[in-house]
């Protein structure tokens, strides 16, 4: 067999396909598009599933790639020699093209002619056939046609040869094997079995069924063929390994881990695990965040398993004594030379990435360290008690409080063979949901949903009039009062003082909450009757629902009453509709044709946009885009309405939005008159009829809500003088504390930064000589043990960093010796301890020595045989933790 390195084989494999006429169709995005109900693309076929289900493909019928992929249900299994969460699929297809004759002769080709695989070494499986699919005659002819030897051809049932969803597209497939030249376990030694004798190299699927709903099988009209080879897989199996840590892919990030942990690959079973873990994790996450998608670490979906991925590796970084800074150092490798010409995106993006994982690791380690200390109370407390289970309350608690994934939990209990209540949780985390639920529906919510209205209503398909685009006002009769009781929601004929209801009538001028845009407030009344307007909803018939809370009187059914809009509360929301419109248009104009609308909340008080594109805009971006609102604005457009059939609007060129049903009639709003409009939409809601109506427009955040969505929030009007008054208020407030007029606060901060920075020196200069001060003292009074000049004392350090100085200048005067300093932080205790090599070569261990010591007073920590840190809780027990220290260094090297 020929070996390859990992850049090698992506280029072989797309080199021969493109030979044989296919397309590379490049990888897309790591995180799925949601059409297929999964957080990420987990098979190379996955992103083209539209094609294989018949939607022509804009490249042809013959395609090929190599497709990154992320996958995390068996992410226990990492941390063995096989296992990872990234992995690439080096795919090829045929879109009704080619079938089993040319697949099955271009695999063999590929194994023997490209791959260097000797025929004799390679079987091949195929459809055995049952009650819904003959046996794959045709495939077996073909693989021996191709080459393989007529006796290594196997015949395996469905669980093993057949692919297909749960209806659609379906078939048999072939899989490959290598045989090793190994005895058979038994009689019934073959593919499929776990003996290590056949290891599958590849698959070929055939999909030349089509699946009903009701479980029969036709055939497909469009014949396609799927192949998948896993590019790590291969690439191990090809260099003589089955560990896929020692392939290219690895070796560099091994060898880093190796000489920041002072652990040897394969020395230590337990270790090793964490040295994968820690490889793996960093490495998906690098891709992730690198991804066009930009993902970061989040509390939900796809940012929920990112954060999983990060902070597992932290945990495992920190059993090898690693760093932050040495994690970040691993992520370089990994964009900087192992993907470095592969995935582009990553260099592109190096910067977004490391500050991303600076941001989780720091996020994390905030609370790591005391959330270890409860887990080992939690676990002490188990194992006191007889107890081989993490209760669900507790596992909450760390996952409420120090920010421990329920999996974290999962796996530290599995290491100290406990289990975890893992229904007990979930049930711990409903019921602090429920709380929170509870606490907002007693802060105004009604008794009574429109989601619970009665059948004869809800099927009841006489739509209400809307009247209020001109209108503000209007005469209504009554069609249904609907009031709750301990049954639910039912019709009544009749509502009093002090009801909620909700009210149906046959015309309205109230707009109902749709499209992003909230409801009208206002009054419903009669010459006896009022009513407060609670909320406005739309149903599916298209009936108005008013939900009401009667102020005074009675109101009956048949009645008429009176249904008037708040005429500032309806400028208030038309200002932020109309301005939202503006916005769409000045995003496309500043970032590109590609900004679509991706959602909107437009209140009265505010505006949400939510839009596609693949990173945060920059302060000159939002600059312009808040500059061009405003010059719309200013230019006074008008903003007109047509009601027009969707063909014609369509011809137009009106903006529709992505995932919206529109009827065969729509609403199109033109901001600057259809003539020659600034922004053309489809849009039903509520807007004003000039745009210098919006007085003024204010951006006030730019984020990133979802991979590749960002959101804007701005305001208009009102508000914006109330954000402009409160500014100059903190102007002013701003020049009479730095004592400077408002056009010197900016130069007199900077002065007075420089003058911090300048005492911030100083400070350190005699921090510095206090430092070397204290170290030729500790050098003078170090103690001989066993060979190794020991320095074991407190000392007055500022914090971690200054004592980590300190320990460095006393090691430096050292030519075998060992530091191990103490201070006292005020609430706690910091340790570090320091050796030259001379003395680990003797026997000395920081990590062992800082362990041990910790412990005495409460704490915990370790690193490396040549440096560690740690922290204890009991200041006072310091001098007990310096006696540990030379207890367990003389244990060290006096062994």
């Known amino acids: 067999m020929r070996q390859f390195t990992s850049k090698e084989l992506r280029k072989t494999w797309k080199e021969f396909y493109i030979e044989r006429g296919h397309v590379d169709v490049g990888a897309v995005s790591l995180v799925s598009d949601g059409s297929t109900g999964v957080l990420f693309n987990v098979a190379g076929m996955q992103p083209l599933m539209p094609f294989l289900l018949g939607e022509k493909h804009p490249l042809g019928t013959r395609l090929c790639n190599v497709q990154g992929c992320v996958r995390t249900n068996d992410i226990d299994s990492v941390g063995d020699r096989s296992h990872v969460t990234f992995f690439e699929m080096m795919g090829s297809w045929s879109l009704g093209d080619y079938f089993k004759e040319e697949r099955c002769k271009w695999s063999y080709e590929l194994l023997t002619g490209v791959f260097g695989f000797d025929k004799d070494h390679l079987a091949a499986t195929v459809f055995a056939g049952d009650e819904n699919a003959p046996r794959d005659e045709e495939g077996a002819q073909f693989r021996i046609a191709s080459g393989f030897k007529p006796e290594n051809i196997y015949y395996l049932g469905a669980d093993d040869n057949w692919w297909g969803l749960e209806y659609g597209p379906c ?103 964490s040295m994968r873990v820690l490889a793996d994790h960093i490495r998906t996450s690098v891709m992730l965040i690198g991804d066009a998608a930009k993902l970061v670490p989040s509390n939900a979906g796809a940012g929920y398993v990112l954060r999983r991925l990060i902070r597992r590796a932290v945990r495992h970084a920190r059993t090898l004594g690693m760093s932050t800074e040495q994690i970040l150092d691993l992520a370089k490798i990994y964009i900087d030379s192992v993907y470095d010409d592969s995935y582009p995106l990553l260099a592109k993006n190096r910067e977004f990435i490391l500050n991303e994982l600076d941001k989780e690791i720091a996020r994390f380690e905030s609370t790591l360290e005391n959330g270890i200390k409860e887990f080992k109370k939690i676990l002490d407390d188990k194992k006191a008690a007889g107890s081989s289970e993490i209760d669900g309350e507790s596992a909450f608690y760390l996952y409420d409080t120090f920010g421990f994934p329920i999996e974290l939990t999962v796996e530290m209990a599995s290491e100290e063979g406990l289990k975890v209540d893992e229904e007990g949780f979930k049930a711990a985390m409903e019921k602090q949901k429920e709380t929170a639920r509870a606490a907002t529906k007693a802060k105004g919510d009604l008794a009574l949903s429109v989601n619970e209205i009665p059948d004869e209503v809800a099927k009841d398909s006489n739509a209400t009039e809307y009247d209020g685009y001109d209108n503000l006002k209007c ?209 039903g809601g509520t807007h004003l009829t000039n745009s210098a109506q919006i007085g003024q427009f204010r951006i006030v955040s730019e984020s990133g809500i979802a991979a590749g969505i960002r959101r804007i929030e701005a305001v208009t009007g009102e508000r914006c003088y109330e954000m402009n008054k409160a500014d100059r208020t903190l102007i002013d407030e701003a020049t009479t504390a730095l004592k400077t007029p408002k056009d010197k606060i900016v130069e007199r901060i900077d002065a007075l930064h420089a003058e911090v920075k300048s005492l911030e020196k100083e400070l350190a200069e005699i921090e510095k000589a206090k430092a070397g001060s204290f170290a030729d003292s500790a050098v003078s009074g170090a103690k001989d043990i066993g060979g190794v000049k020991a320095v074991i004392a407190a000392c007055d350090a500022a914090d971690a960093a200054a004592m980590r100085d300190t320990a460095d200048k006393i090691r430096d005067k050292l030519d075998c010796g060992v530091v191990f300093l103490a201070a006292n932080g005020g609430d706690k205790l910091l340790f570090t301890a320091m050796a030259t090599k001379s003395a680990v070569d003797k026997g000395a261990h920081c990590g062992n020595i800082i362990k041990e010591a910790a412990k005495v007073c409460g704490g915990g920590g370790g690193g490396r045989p040549d440096m560690a840190q740690a922290g204890g809780k009991d200041v006072s027990k310091l001098a007990d933790a310096l006696a540990k220290a030379e207890e367990v260094l003389a244990s060290q090297v006096n062994g």
């Open 171 to 273: 078939g048999p497939d072939s899989e490959m094997f290598y045989i090793a030249d190994v005895p058979d376990c038994g009689p019934n030694c073959g593919p499929g079995c776990s003996c290590g004798k056949y290891t599958e190299i590849g698959n070929d699927v055939f999909m030349q069924y089509e699946k009903h709903q009701d479980g029969t099988l036709t055939p497909l009209k469009q014949k396609n063929v799927d192949t998948g080879w896993g590019l790590e897989r291969i690439l191990a199996f090809l260099n003589g390994t089955k560990d896929v840590y020692k392939t290219d892919l690895f070796t560099d990030a091994i060898a880093f881990i190796e000489k920041s942990s002072g652990v040897k690959y394969d020395s230590d079973e337990k270790l090793t695990r």
């Open 475 to 683: 005469d209504a009769k009554v069609i249904y009062i609907l009031k709750s009781d301990e049954e639910g929601v039912k019709v009544v004929d009749s509502a009093s003082e002090g009801d909620d209801i909700i009210l149906v009538t046959d015309k309205t001028v109230l707009y109902a909450t749709m499209g992003g845009q909230i409801h009208d407030e206002g009054k419903i009344s009669t010459a006896g009757f009022e009513a407060d307007v609670i909320s406005v909803d739309k149903d599916a018939q298209g009936k108005y629902l008013h939900t009401l809370k009667v102020v005074k009187g009675t109101v009956s059914t048949g009645g008429t009453v009176s249904i008037e809009v708040d005429k500032k509360n309806r400028l208030a929301i038309a200002r932020n509709h109309t301005a939202t419109h503006i916005l769409l248009s000045a995003l496309q104009k500043i970032l590109g044709d590609h900004v679509e609308q991706a959602g909107s909340y437009v209140g009265n008080d505010r505006l949400r946009f939510d839009f596609n594109n693949s990173q945060a805009m920059t302060a000159e971006e939002i600059a312009k885009v808040e500059e061009m609102v405003n010059d719309v604005v200013l230019q006074a457009l008008p903003v007109e309405t047509k009601v027009l059939a969707i063909e014609d609007a369509k011809k137009l060129g009106a903006t529709a939005i992505f995932g919206e049903k529109y009827g065969e009639v729509v609403r199109v709003v033109a901001v600057g008159g259809f003539e020659a409009p600034f922004d053309l939409e489809f849009c």
